[in-house]
């Protein structure tokens, strides 16, 4: 570099007050005497004037083979290096299942990282997942096209992934018409599923249909659903995009009282969910026992059967702690309408008037016992959410029990039909464990 003109030497501003922090600073390159370019690197991709002083312009490129064991790939400017070494760039992401956020915490820890150093610089980064779902279908942009032009009759304007989620494959389009939707496309119909999974987008627009008419929910509208498998394999729904963003990426940042304002209205949501009664207990598009412990032991029985389908090796007596508390079911008499993932995530409001816009992801629902919308907890230690004279009923504690249970089992299994990496799969498996030693003590 030096033979091509260039100036190798720490930045020295003797102006500045903080001259002895730059004269620490990294090795810098400069034309000459000039103050410019300044780089800290020898690498800069497209740089007509760097190269001429000896930095290199080209790409340095080596192709690797992702395996089953990469899970992220993370791409950042030197700012983020600088402020983060790359084990605790590592940690940092491999904590997050949302890529957006995993690199906005990224952003902010690596600014953190430079700030205790006196050092700005560019900390720009993207988190993209590795890990592929079974579940979930490769769709093209041709696809796309022809689904949209086919039901909406327009052209994509924009399209994006979703990545959240692991079970089916969503898209965020704009259309050239102006039309914001969601394409949800399911897995094919060859993919192996829970058998409770089986073809419950069905079941998820029904219950949006129902609840728009119902007109009390806000709900998205049904734009199209195609089961023809005509367009593609799969089946899917478009639905209206709603308007504002989802309660999980700013619950933290809002206090108590706007928390409360939100729950709120939750909590009303799920009253209006009790007064839809079905015609029998079950899941939505198949609601046909008389008892609830009827139904549910059939989800038990699914469980069952999906573990053993998939050699999913469970916790030894698991179903029959669960067996010895069915008889609680019974206190359960009229099949209501529940929700069955309505956490945070799953709500939709606007960041401005704290108003709740919407509630999605329908596909677990069914009729029975109202308890089992409160059994991942995510709302029941608010007093604006939870339905207080819950506690009234008969076996509270066994049926939230039971509930809890259920899904840490699904939780569990489903790591192996959708592929999901150890470390998830060893912190479900430690979750089951802990909530079967808390019931052994508290119930039992």
């Known amino acids: 570099m030096i033979s091509c003109g260039a100036r190798v030497e720490k930045m020295d501003d003797s102006d500045d007050a903080r001259e002895f922090i730059f004269l620490k600073g990294p090795l810098r390159i400069y034309k000459g005497s000039m103050p410019y370019p300044g780089l800290v690197v020898t690498r800069s991709l497209g740089d007509s ?31 983020v290096w600088d402020g983060l ?23 902010q820890a690596s600014l953190e990282g430079l700030d205790k150093n006196s050092v700005d610089d560019n900390t720009t980064n993207i988190v993209v997942f590795l890990m592929k779902s079974k579940t979930k279908s490769e769709v093209s942009r041709e696809d796309l096209d022809k689904i949209v032009q086919t039901h909406l009759s327009d052209t994509i304007k924009s399209v994006r992934e979703n990545t959240f989620g692991m079970f089916n494959v969503i898209f ?43 007109g009390r929910v806000p709900v998205p509208k049904i734009l199209a659903f195609d089961e023809s498998k005509e367009i593609i394999s799969n089946s899917f729904y478009i639905m209206e995009k709603l308007p504002g963003v989802s309660y999980v990426d700013i619950k933290d940042k809002l206090d108590e009282n706007q928390q409360g304002l939100v729950d709120l209205q939750i909590g009303k949501i799920f009253k209006i969910f009790d007064e839809i009664v079905g015609p029998g207990f079950g899941m939505l598009l198949n609601p046909t026992f008389k008892t609830w412990r009827e139904a549910f032991c059939e989800l038990l029985d699914w469980l069952k059967n999906d573990a053993e389908d998939a050699n999913v090796k ?52 069914l009729y029975g016992d109202r308890l089992m919308d409160f059994s991942d907890y995510d709302f029941l230690n608010s007093k604006n959410v939870y339905i207080s004279d819950l506690d009234l009923e008969p076996m509270v504690k066994e049926r939230k029990f039971l509930y809890k249970l259920y899904v840490l089992l699904v939780m569990v299994i489903e790591c ?22 808390t019931a052994i003590k508290e119930i039992r």
């Open 172 to 214: 965020f389009v704009e259309t050239n018409g102006g039309i914001e939707c969601v394409i949800k496309i399911s897995p094919l119909s060859n993919v192996p599923v829970l058998r409770y999974e089986k073809n419950i987008i069905a079941s998820e627009v029904q219950s949006m249909r129902m609840f728009k008419d119902d």
């Open 416 to 437: 192996t039909y959708r592929g999901y990496e150890a470390e998830h799969e060893n912190w479900t498996r430690n979750e089951l464990l802990n909530h079967m030693q």
């Open 49 to 79: 004037v760097a190269t001429k002083l000896g930095v290199l312009s080209e790409p340095d490129v080596k192709i690797l083979d992702i395996t089953p064991n990469d899970s992220f790939l993370i791409l950042a400017t030197d700012g």
């Open 314 to 365: 469970l916790p030894e007596g698991v179903f029959e702690l669960m067996t010895d508390k069915l008889y609680s079911l019974d206190e359960v008499k009229i099949p209501v309408f529940v929700h069955w993932d309505l956490w945070s995530g799953n709500v939709v409001i606007d960041p401005e008037t704290l108003v709740v816009t919407g509630i999605i992801d329908f596909e677990r629902s």
């Open 85 to 107: 070494s790359v084990t605790e760039a590592v940690n940092l992401v491999s904590k997050q299942v949302d890529p957006t956020k995993a690199s906005e915490i990224l952003t």
